[in-house]
């Protein structure tokens, strides 16, 4: 196994952002996926400088209102380095109404992480579930991701079941290599 990024490490004050680099420096990454607050973007620009690394915002939808979708995110950093940018969380990204087949290819130049994950619903009503089982258009997703040349990681995020994840894990690994398999050219 090898690691590609640490994260998401939320960090309300300079030190606990310079924590995470240093963090990422020792584990060998050169990615940190954070939820910093927005006050501290500057301070991250100056270490994403410093450092050379990806930075990844890491949205959260509905349930918490720091960065909710991708579309928030991208206006938050749309002005600084380039190497900020987002980890699109699929999941919550539909959970606050948004399209995240759309957001993938509208956002792309910021996109440097994917959580994979299905929900059941378009607003805070909806919670995770095995892929292939909720609202989200995987083939459509999959799609996007050959059309964009998406060359960074897609992580699957299985939120459910947690005392005993493992079927929902491989249910939905399954699900998402047979949308691979079929949607190829």
Known sequence: MTGYA?????????AEIDNAFEYAKRVGVKLIV?????ELLPYVDKKVKEYG???????????????PDAEDVWNHV??????????LDIGHDTRNGKDPVKDLKKYISRVFDIHIKDVTGTTKLGYSLEIGRGVIDFPAFVKMLRKVKY????????????TDPFMGIAESIGYFRGVIATTKK
């Open 6 to 14: 640490v994260g998401p490490i939320y960090m309300k004050t300079e």
């Open 34 to 38: 954070g939820v910093p607050n927005v």
């Open 53 to 67: 690394y990806n930075y990844a915002i890491h949205l959260h939808g509905p349930d918490i209102k720091l960065y």
């Open 78 to 87: 749309k002005d600084l380095d380039p190497r900020i940018g987002m980890c």
């Open 151 to 162: 060359t960074g990681v897609c992580s699957l995020e299985h939120e459910k079941d947690m």
